[in-house]
């Protein structure tokens, strides 16, 4: 596998040092952050989801349920005060185990000597000393540990900066404990300390029974959009956790796999192929691969993830500014680097978890990505995508019908020199296709919700399907409103859907008079559904005057009769015979109430296009 970077330079060193012009499109690289102490108040999410925080990380290897759904509620808060949609991922423990130095507050530091033989222990009663470490975990069966094999201590979401971490060498192991000796003198600080045993492979379950409880409580409580799967080293652990989730319910969950070993990255290609995405874990491989080696594993990792239009999420980039409110040089550069290289997103750990300067944090990483995105050639990658890979000259299309499509849109926006992708979509996989192929431009992924009926209840989904797609590079999604449309052709939900995107993105300053909107629109492939009939067409729009006059008028007309509460139309295009324990579909709570909570655009109104805009006679070719 070639290993490519996506660099073009700049015109000259005169035109860098100039001052960069005002943003007006969002960043189209992805930051999740670490919620924490230092990230969970109403006030701070505020400012992280305005600077750019698009996924939410929720680590259950620490805290309470209460403390979570507190922080939960708190981003639900802030999600309606700004109007900016924000996907949860749920961490969940796996086989991770750790040493838990006291009561949470300033537990005192744990001094190891060079040489000194030290016991982890599986007997939590014994109290934390210089040569005794209780650590979780009812027993160590499922590590096949052996002596001579290495250990590493660090602090809970450790920053490498810090002095707080060591090497033990195992001497002699049994049921429910490890002697070893300490490579170095440390000083361990912190409430939590992580341990990792190196080199050894795991043998027991993906998920441990505490997990699963989770998911079955506290996950299927919050309608979770991500589990990021920790120590994923095959297959098999994915479908263990698909399993789970859909006996849970949540079968709209995504499921996020972190490779964090040598196992995981060796079985890698088999991994990505069924994963929804992958965490590319730098905090945990960075102790199990040799330094040198960390740079070419890293660009494999996100070669494989872009040839399979696979999300990939990087750790650990600015660990420096936990502590201070500027990157160093080299964090800079390599944030830079991840996104030539292809980086989905970048996710932050102790920064905003336990970081002074959580905003900031975010708000530079924006910035750094934004720069890089003006130097990424966008032409370049979607030729590595499509390129020969036999040698014979000739591209060996092995795609589908849908992706052809996706693929199509990308290219024609790429020669038209379109401002905006408009993607309609039901499960989010079209704007996921769009998004595998790098444009330059933005893409407005409109999510179309459905109804659907177990017998029982009807529910609507779409929600989790808008927020998921945020993961992917570029991709920014609005829940497609059910009050929009009827049942003739000319107030569709999908016309005055398409006119509501328009807009938007006119009212974000994306698009002017005279720009050229795509719109995707790719073959549905799952069941007959009456909301939303995908016909797999590309469409190539001119923005006159006309038409953004009449989006903004569809667009404020539907704001006002959101305003005044008429929702007794929703849903007035499905067939009127629909009902539910002989009560009109429309008349629901529940689907009056999604009706509510789905509406993601702002309700002002939008002045129409000035008489200073470009001139709407361009060829429409």
Known sequence: MSVSSFFTASDSMQSILEKDPEAVTPTKTKIACTLGPQSREVSVLEKLLENGMEIARIDLSWGTKNYHQVTINNLRRAMRHTKFLCAV??????????????????????????????????????????????????????YALKPGGKVFLGRYLFTGHEESSVYLTIDKVSEDSVECTCNADATLIGHRLLVNFLDCEWEGPALSEDDVELIKSF??????????LSYCSSPANITECREILDNAGLTSTKIIAKIETNEGLANLSEIVPVADGIIFSRGHLGVAINAEKMFLVQKTVIKHCNEEGKPVVVTRVVDSMTENPRPTRAEATDIANLTLDGADCI????????????????????????????????????????????????????????????????????????????????????????????????????????????????????????????????????LADPNLGGTDEKLSMEGSMLSRAIAYAYKKKWVKVGDRVVVSQCPKTGDDDFLFKETGVVKIILLTRDILEASINTYNSHSISISSGRVKDMFKFMPKAMTFKGRPINELPSLISFHRRSVELELEGIDSPPEEDVSDSQDSS
């Open 89 to 142: 991922m749920l961490d969940v423990r796996g086989q991770e185990i750790q040493i838990v130095n006291g009561p949470d507050g300033s537990p005192p530091p744990i001094h190891l000597k060079e040489n000194v033989k030290v016991t982890l222990t599986c007997d939590t009663t014994k109290p934390v000393s210089d040569t005794c470490l209780p650590i979780t975990g009812a027993d160590l069966k499922g």
């Open 219 to 228: 996950g299927v409580q919050n309608k979770i959009d991500f589990i990021a």
């Open 347 to 478: 996710l932050l750990g102790a920064e905003t978890f336990r970081g002074n300067y959580p905003v900031e944090t975010v708000s530079t990483i924006s910035k750094i990505c934004r720069r890089a995105e003006m130097s990424f050639d966008s032409e370049l990658y979607y030729q590595s995508l499509v390129e020969d890979k036999g040698g014979t000259g000739e591209v060996a299309w092995k795609g589908t019908k849908s992706e052809a499509l996706a693929s199509s849109a990308v290219r024609a926006a790429a020669k038209l020199d379109a401002a905006l992708i408009i993607v309609f979509t039901i499960t989010g996989n079209t704007a996921r296709m769009v998004a595998k192929y790098r444009p330059p431009m933005p893409i407005l992924s409109v999510v179309f919700p459905r109804l659907h009926s177990n017998a029982l209840k009807w529910s609507v989904t779409g929600q989790a399907e808008a927020r998921q797609v945020l993961l992917n590079r570029g991709v920014t999604a609005l």
